[in-house]
């Protein structure tokens, strides 16, 4: 379990972090400080488009920025919103190691007061076997709430046991595009042709 943790720790740090400097700056081509929504987005009034994050595709609502490749990960950023996918790597642990309580102690110092609002293990992602955990806390660098839905798939190729990481980061309860249609972007990831 700590080989687990240890390996988990430094990848979901650089994930969080990444994340939350886009959920916070909103892009590229944001203003500088990105004020909550105080209506919500309608679902029904979010376009998506299919984008491609190399190794997987997902439907992303259209005020997303292009993918950019960063630190061997794939990232796209709207106001207030981003998600991080990372390039498949080599794991040495099984799915059933990951528990509640491991995925909490992976957020301690990015997150203050993490709760836990999902944790599936496993469920299946683009035909994989995966975890899934949506949690929700306040950013340690950015002081606000933010919410995760972290999804770690896991396959085998060529007889070798892969890892394959998404995190959707947003300001919580901001009236994001990504907060809105989450439910419809999770469900559209596939592995890329």
Known sequence: MKKFQWKKVFAFAMVL???LSFAGCGGEEAEETVEPVETETAVDEIQLVSTDFGTLTMDLPDDFGEVAAQNGMMTAAAAGSSVIVSDPYETDFAITDI???????L???SYADAEILVFQNPVTSAGREAVCTILEGTSASTGKTNTVCYIMMFFTQDGVPYEQDVAFT????AG???EAALEEVVDSISVAE
């Open 176 to 178: 994001t595009s990504l």
């Open 170 to 173: 947003f300001n919580t309860d």
């Open 99 to 105: 528990t509640e309580e491991a995925m909490l102690a």
């Open 17 to 19: 972090t990444m994340g």
């Open 107 to 109: 957020v301690e110092g």
